[in-house]
């Protein structure tokens, strides 16, 4: 038993080393100096409480933005939200298929309407509904626009980072999947993951989908990563372009979040693997198959190990949780060193993070069991709303 758990260990970390060192093509970047039409698109189901953050903050942009080019989805005209966007002078688009759940399917059923409106957009920008704009966003945005960028994305903050012990660990998550993950991917030429908000897409990104959003799946946000691999799309993260966001505040609604993005991740990677696999020279193409492959050898190693000297010997269980526990308290700190002060993480959360982030990021494991069993139904995640005087926008 502890020859096998070492056996997957090992191989995980030889197969991690070799990922981290595959590097991907450059790809060459078509500068522009046309200023762009530019269409915000917000999928709002039952968001009332919090759109109005969002609007005062597109409103508030140093880039001004057309009121009527800001497009808000909803799914019933008595929805309170259609109200606030008339009387700021949003568009509404009021969807007709609600046996379609996904956030994917609100996108699709806008962009087919913008293309039978016949409006034509060069930059196409995607928000959640709790987000709020810092002032610059769209102005810093732009700059990967002009330099040629196919897709890019911002950085997120969070509105209440220091509400309690689960958002500040939630958005430390974040800092893994851009100050971490998606820099070291710039850095080797790989395309970036996108989060499900906070980025754009331009119209020959748009154009190339036929009409319509064809990534319908429970994180639409990988499909589309997905697919910018096999079209070869330029994609950066832009960490100048400051964008916030609303945490989970509780473990339940986390844990939940958490089972759909990884359920989302395996059906995407499914759908896309016949294309990577027909390909390994590619290394882009062998990235993906290899994927998270290593983290789940290194897992279930370090699983089995644990539940073999929980019942042989019990002074190494405790030493051994120990050891995991001051390994990840050692990741939150490095998480801590890159993003505290940007995302203001107060001093007392610091410390909070500290102990608490250990214990977060093993309940990915119970939330992976989740997904196994859990139905490719997309579940609402509630907000409460912040004001946007409350953040610096």
Same mark, same amino acid.
């Given at each position: 038993m502890i020859t096998f758990s070492y056996i997957l260990i090992i191989i995980g970390i030889i197969l991690f080393f070799i990922v981290s060192n595959i590097k991907g093509p450059s790809i060459k970047l078509s500068k522009k100096t046309k200023e762009p039409k530019i269409a915000i698109l917000i999928p709002a189901r039952n968001e009332s409480k919090v759109i109005s953050n969002l609007i005062k903050s597109i409103k508030?942009? !140093?880039?001004?933005?057309?009121?009527?080019?800001?497009?808000?989805? /909803?799914?019933?005209? *008595?929805?309170?939200?259609?109200?606030?966007?008339?009387? @700021?002078?949003?568009?509404v688009i009021v969807r007709k298929h609600l046996d379609l759940k996904t956030k994917g399917y609100a996108l699709d059923e806008a962009f087919k309407y913008l293309k039978k409106e016949n409006k034509k957009y060069d930059l196409y920008?995607?928000?959640?509904?709790?987000?709020?704009?810092?002032?610059?966003?769209?102005?810093?945005?732009?700059?990967?626009?002009?330099?040629?960028?196919?897709?890019?994305?911002?950085?997120?903050?969070?509105?209440? /980072? @220091?509400?309690?012990?689960?958002?500040?660990?939630?958005?430390?998550?974040?800092?893994?999947? @851009?100050? /971490?993950? *998606?820099?070291?991917?710039?850095?080797?030429?790989?395309?970036?993951t996108l989060s499900g908000t906070g980025y754009f897409m331009t119209y020959d990104v748009v154009k190339d989908f036929g009409g319509g959003f064809p990534f319908h799946g429970l994180t639409e946000d990988k499909e589309l990563s997905l697919y910018a691999i096999v079209k070869n799309y330029s994609m950066h993260y832009n960490e100048n372009a400051v964008f916030y966001d609303e945490q989970p505040t509780y473990m339940g609604t986390s844990m939940k979040q958490k089972a759909r993005w990884i359920k989302g991740y395996f059906n995407a990677e499914k759908k896309f693997d016949k294309t990577f696999k027909s390909d390994l020279t590619n290394p882009r193409y062998l990235n993906e198959v290899i994927g998270v492959i290593p983290y789940l050898f290194m897992i279930f190693g370090l699983v089995i190990q644990m539940f073999y000297w929980l019942f042989t010997n019990i002074f190494l269980?405790?030493?051994?949780?120990? /050891?995991?526990?001051?390994?990840?308290?050692?990741?939150?700190?490095?998480?801590?060193?890159?993003?505290?002060?940007?995302?203001?993480? @107060? !001093?007392?959360?610091?410390?909070?993070?500290?102990?608490?982030?250990?214990?977060?990021?093993?309940?990915?494991?119970? !939330?992976?069991?989740? !997904?196994?069993?859990?139905?490719?139904?997309?579940?609402?995640?509630?907000?409460?709303?912040?004001?946007?005087?409350?953040?610096?926008?």
């Open positions: 508030k942009q !140093s880039y001004k933005i057309d009121s009527k080019d800001v497009y808000v989805i /909803v799914e019933s005209e *008595n929805d309170p939200t259609v109200k606030i966007c008339n009387k @700021n002078g949003i568009s920008f995607i928000f959640d509904a709790d987000n709020i704009l810092d002032k610059d966003y769209i102005k810093n945005m732009l700059v990967s626009y002009y330099e040629g960028y196919d897709i890019a994305t911002g950085y997120r903050k969070s509105t209440n /980072v @220091n509400v309690n012990k689960c958002s500040v660990c939630s958005a430390l998550v974040f800092t893994l999947i @851009n100050s /971490v993950d *998606n820099k070291e991917r710039e850095k080797h030429n790989k395309q970036l269980f405790l030493l051994f949780l120990f /050891v995991v526990y001051l390994a990840l308290a050692t990741l939150t700190l490095y998480f801590l060193y890159l993003d505290a002060d940007k995302l203001g993480i @107060n !001093s007392h959360m610091i410390q909070v993070a500290l102990l608490y982030n250990p214990i977060y990021l093993c309940s990915f494991i119970p !939330s992976f069991l989740y !997904s196994l069993i859990m139905k490719n139904t997309w579940e609402v995640i509630p907000h409460t709303g912040v004001s946007a005087d409350k953040v610096k926008i």
